[in-house]
């Protein structure tokens, strides 16, 4: 059974750091990409970054040289860190794998397992 769980989320001030981890069970996620999604208050699901099977990562441009996302393939986890945070940052982030071992885009269709969703508030 195929299972992503996401951790990590909190309250943070503006300019801040915070790390979220997705762990994942039931595959071989070194086969897949895995990306992480938000979706803030009254807003759609937007996806901001991916990694690939080969541990390559592409970012939304709305967190490029902010948030960083890494594999730890000996915890079947995948990292995103985040700084200098600001309050439109708020959200639940949800990690997500794709059908492939690629990050080709942020479409929802190409993403089959969604973990639960961690909350992210940023606000002083």
């Known amino acids: 059974q195929v299972q992503l769980v996401e951790s990590g989320g909190n309250l943070v001030q503006p300019g801040g750091f915070l790390k979220v981890s997705c762990v994942a069970d039931?595959?071989?996620?070194?086969?897949?990409?895995v990306a992480w999604f938000r979706q803030g208050p009254g807003k759609e699901r937007e996806g901001i970054a991916c990694?690939?099977?080969?541990?390559?990562?592409s970012y939304a441009d709305s967190v490029k040289g902010r948030f960083t996302i890494a594999r730890d393939r000996a915890q079947s986890t995948v990292h995103l860190r985040m700084k200098n945070l600001k309050p439109e940052d708020t959200a639940v982030y949800y990690c997500?794998?794709?059908?492939?071992?690629?990050?080709?885009?942020?479409?929802?269709?190409?993403?089959?397992?969604w973990g639960q969703g961690t909350q992210v508030t940023v606000s002083s």
């Open positions: 990694v690939d099977r080969y541990s390559g990562t």
């Open positions: 997500a794998r794709r059908n492939s071992g690629y990050c080709t885009g942020y479409d929802l269709g190409a993403y089959a397992y």
């Open positions: 039931g595959f071989d996620s070194d086969s897949f990409a």
